[in-house]
């Protein structure tokens, strides 16, 4: 990477994967590799009846959870990995509770560090809406890639983890940023926001 990456200014979709044995229990995961539950792999499935705003360009992280829901959400369509799209390495806490995690953005020691991470989200974000054409880029991830994505949208890092499983659309307005779920009334039924 190294060079200074801008975020394009073109609308791109994020899903968290669907749940995990890790979600469920309140365990770091990070780069550790989970496993999605029953309920996990049924909500990914769940996302190939959406009705999607016309074409799309699926991505996903190299991580098993992610490439599982994309290929359950989108069959039959190709799935681009981009290693970018991983989850952050929590170093000695990953499978520890989530109330032992160390706060974001305390100086790394012995794990990725926040800023390196946000950096990379951005150059993955960039090169899947590059690669993408005049298609959606529909991008399969994590909860930390997410809260980068919030970030470079202008947004906070704080708060509740993404849903699994929920597609969100982060699209430009005016001079910001607006992110907002794709489908107003869930994904069982698919009714664009």
């Given at each position: 990477m190294g060079a200074v990456v801008t975020l394009p200014r073109r609308a791109f979709c994020l899903i968290r994967h669907g749940e995990t044995d890790a979600n469920r229990d309140g365990i770091i995961a990070g780069r550790t590799e989970a496993r999605l539950t029953a309920r996990g792999r049924a909500a990914a499935a769940g996302l190939?009846?959406?009705?999607?705003p016309?074409?799309?360009?699926v991505f996903s992280s190299p991580q098993e959870?992610?490439?599982?829901?994309?290929?359950l959400a989108f069959p039959g369509l190709r799935v681009t990995v981009l290693a970018g799209l991983r989850e952050r390495d929590w170093g000695r806490f990953e499978g520890r509770p989530l109330a032992e995690r160390p706060d974001r953005e305390a100086p790394a020691e012995g794990w990725e560090d926040w800023s390196a991470m946000v950096d990379r989200v951005e150059w993955a974000i960039a090169q899947a809406v590059a690669r993408s054409g005049a298609a959606l880029p529909v991008i399969v991830a994590h909860s930390g890639v997410i809260r980068a994505a919030?970030?470079?949208?202008?947004?906070?890092?704080?708060?509740?983890?993404?849903?699994?499983?929920?597609?969100?659309?982060?699209?430009?307005?005016?001079?910001?940023?607006?992110e907002g779920r794709?489908?107003?009334d869930g994904p069982a039924r698919g009714r664009m926001g």
């Open positions: 190939a009846i959406l009705d999607w016309g074409r799309i360009a959870r992610a490439r599982e829901t994309a290929a919030r970030v470079l949208t202008g947004g906070g890092a704080g708060g509740p983890s993404a849903e699994n499983a929920l597609p969100l659309l982060f699209a430009p307005v005016g001079g910001g940023w607006r794709l489908f107003t």
